[in-house]
């Protein structure tokens, strides 16, 4: 077996271990190390697996940290990281957002 062979199934074995973990244990607040993390990882395997399900899959990760974040009344640190995610995961192309902030009320 080559370096890719092994790097392929190193990645196979992250992205199984992933799909079938509870991920509540990764909402430790740091960039690569919860669901932000989680999420970017899965949006970049995607990309290189090209299958639909594993792009879904960050997809749902990644409304799940936006829906946390609009429950909250409190703009928390976090906040800085995952917009920086929705940013670099739009200028690379990978989802398409509008990033413009409302702040008038409606």
Known sequence: MDKSDLNEKKLIDIV??????DLSKYNNGNLLGDKTGVSLFMFYYAMLSKKEEHYNFA????????????????????????????????????????????????
Do not use: M, R
């Open 16 to 21: 199984k271990f992933l799909t079938t973990s």
């Open 59 to 106: 997809f749902e990760i990644l409304e799940e940290v936006a829906g946390i974040h609009s429950k909250i009344d409190v703009i928390p640190a976090s906040i800085s990281k995952f917009g920086w995610l929705l940013l670099h995961l739009n200028q690379k192309g990978i989802i398409e957002t509008d990033l413009t902030y409302n702040h008038e009320k409606k």
